[in-house]
Structures are given as C-alpha cells and as structure tokens.
C-alpha cells in the first residue's frame, strides 16, 4: 500500500502548479513540492495523514490552501466498508436498470436479446415461470375447492384462487412464448416448454372453472332469493285476514316451491334444496288443506 494515492496526488498537484510562479524560483518549488509528492507516491507504508501532507508543500507554499490539504488528506484515506458499500449499491442499480431495460415487455427488445445474449432474458424467464405455475397451481385450488364445497363460502374462495390465476396469466407475453429459453432450461430444469399450447391449455380449464363458477353462484342467488320469497309468503299466511291475502300467500309459497325445484343439478344449491324441499312441499301441502 503506498503512502500516497493518485486521487490525492493529483488534488495536491494542481493546488502547487496554481500557488507556483511562473519565474525560475517559482518553477524550482514547484519541482522540489512534485518530487516530495512522488517520494510519498513510490514508498510503501501507512497512508500519509493531513499534517504529513502539510509539511511537504506548506514551506514552499505558505499560501497553499488548507481546504485542498484536506480534501487531498480526505482522498488518501482507506476507503470505509461505507463507501465500498456506497459504490457496489450503485453498481448493482446501474446493473439492475440495464437489464430491466432489456427485459421490458416489447417485442423488438426482447426478440433482439433473446437472439443474440439469451442469458440476459433469465429475469424475463423467471417471471414467466412464476406466473405460469402461479395460474396452473391456482386453477388446480379452485377447481379441488369447487368438487369439495359444502357452502358458498367456500366457492367464493374458489373464485378468488380463479382470480388469481387470470392474473398470472395476464402476466404471462403470450407473443413472447414461441421462443424455448435452452440457457434458462439447461440452469433451471424447466418443468413446461414455454409454448402457447400450455398457456392455452390452463386457460382453457380456467374458462371452464369459471363457466361452473357462474352456474354455482347463480343457483345459490336463486335458492337465496327463493327462501327469502318461501319465508315471506309463510309470515304473511301467518296474518292474513282475508281469502285474497291467503290467495296471495299461497301462490307466493308455490312460486317459491317450483324456483328451488328448477336449481339445476350438479350443483351445491341443488343438495341443499333437496333437504329443505320436502319440508316447504310439506308445509304446503298441509297449510293447502286446512282451507
């Protein structure tokens, strides 16, 4: 490690050449200050502190600037863990807006990089990879919750793993899928081949869930709503005071009776109907024969 560093060096060259008169005096200080300086440049040891520094120029140049002295002395001090710190960060940021540029979602760049340094793609890959098993995990969920519901809770938690998936897959470029990354596949030990067809595939039993989901979810509204119209109809027999109120009622309760029967099968609400039709059908058959 040699006492004196460039950086410093140059700092302190540039204050004696500035305090140095252009005569033959001037140039001899200027000459003894500069060999002083590369002695310090050549020899090894612990790095020249501020009045080290001070002592090499300050009897040849009273007026040499004390600020310079101590931005050379600044200069020639071990860099901190700080500072490595400081520069390394701002390299890996330099680094890390280079690639992102490369990895952005348009087709000129990607395609232009994805032939010539594949490698620099591996962000793309990476995110790619993950949305893709994060769609064909989260549509296995929902369709797993969907065959094992017991209420509505459950199928809107199944609809919420098919939002889930729709969004990975949204993330995925589709017109980026035609090129395999062989160096991403060699490193990583890729599971799918990165073609349409998968992506169309899991979106494809996404669609279908979602057809079911509807169907689900529409028969459960029917059943609310057919419930709601059953024990309405029901307290209001409970009052009526008239032949036309009870008229009323009734039709209200058969209305309801024949919404629950028409649930389409195949569904969750469907076997709940089953249960709590028999009790409605029932009650109705008994209140219809007390006239």
Request: overall charge positive.
């Amino acid at each position: 490690m040699y006492r004196l560093y460039k950086k410093a060096f140059e700092i302190l060259s540039a204050e004696v050449e500035k305090c140095s008169s252009n005569d033959k005096q001037g140039k001899q200080k200027q000459l003894i200050a500069l060999k002083r300086l590369q002695k310090l440049r050549e020899k090894t040891g612990k790095r020249a502190k501020l009045s080290e520094l001070r002592d090499a120029v300050v009897d040849l140049f009273p007026i040499f600037s004390e600020s310079v002295l101590k931005e050379a002395a600044k200069a020639n001090r071990k860099p901190s863990i700080f500072s490595k710190l400081k520069y390394l960060a701002i390299t890996l940021a330099t680094a890390t807006g280079f690639l992102t540029i490369l990895n952005l979602p348009h087709p000129n760049i990607r395609w232009s990089v994805a032939k010539t340094a594949p490698i620099l793609l591996t962000p793309s890959y990476i995110n790619m990879d993950f949305h893709y098993w994060g769609a064909k995990n989260s549509t296995t969920q929902a369709e797993s919750l969907l065959k094992s519901a017991t209420n509505f809770t459950q199928i809107k938690q199944a609809e919420n793993k098919l939002e889930d998936a729709d969004k990975h897959l949204r993330s995925i470029p589709v017109w980026f899928l035609g090129y395999y990354p062989e160096v991403y596949c060699q490193r990583f030990s890729c599971n799918w081949d990165f073609s349409f067809n998968e992506f169309e595939q899991v979106r494809s039993q996404t669609i279908e869930l979602d057809k079911k989901m509807f169907a689900q979810k529409n028969a459960f509204i029917r059943l609310l709503e057919a419930e709601q119209v059953y024990n309405g109809a029901k307290y209001k027999l409970s009052m009526v005071k008239t032949q036309k109120q009870r008229e009323l009622a009734m039709a209200s309760l058969q209305a309801s009776i024949k919404t629950i029967e028409e649930i389409p099968p195949d569904t969750l609400a469907k076997k709940k109907a089953e249960i709590k039709l028999k009790t409605y059908k029932r009650y109705y058959q008994k209140v219809a024969q007390n006239k």
